[in-house]
């Protein structure tokens, strides 16, 4: 007779520490193609691609992959990232990130950006919830 497979089963074979060992690895790839050095706490790590934003929110470094017909906040929300957010329609300013890298994937900044950030625009802070991909 077959043994059922649990939990307890998984863990003992080794399958959560491959996928530990496998998620590591992809973090290291992301810090290393940033390398931006800021001594950030990275909350999540991504294979690496070529059209990824990379973003900063309350000291905490995210890499968001654009997402056709979705605001960047949205498309972060969707792979997981935890960018604090609350309105939606760019009034509360609580989605402000800082682009990292990546800034020409994203559309120009609409009259609610230019409203609450104003002067921060030039030194790549963007609201999430406003920010599309091209
Ligand atoms: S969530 Fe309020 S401005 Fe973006």
Redesign the pocket.
């Known amino acids: 007779m077959k043994k059922p497979l649990t939990v307890g089963s998984l863990k003992t074979n080794g399958t959560f520490t491959h996928i530990r060992r496998v998620e590591s690895t992809v973090q290291e790839k992301v810090k290393e193609e940033v390398s931006a050095g800021t001594g950030m706490d990275w909350d999540r790590g991504l294979t690496s691609k070529t059209s990824t934003v990379y973003l900063t929110q309350n000291h905490k470094m995210y890499a968001v992959y654009p997402e056709n017909n979705q605001s960047l ?1 949205d498309s972060a929300l969707d792979q997981g990232c935890a960018i604090d ?11 402000r990130v800082h682009i990292v890298k990546g800034s020409s994937l994203l559309s120009e900044p609409n009259e ?1 950006e230019l409203v ?1 950030l104003g002067e921060q625009i030039p030194q790549g802070f963007r ?4 920010t599309h991909m091209k």
């Not at 957010?85 to 989605?95: A, L």
């Not at 609201?127 to 406003?130: E, K, R, V, Y």
Request: include cysteine.
């Open positions: 906040l957010y609350k309105c939606k329609k760019g009034t509360c300013g609580k989605c609610q609450k609201l999430a919830c406003q």
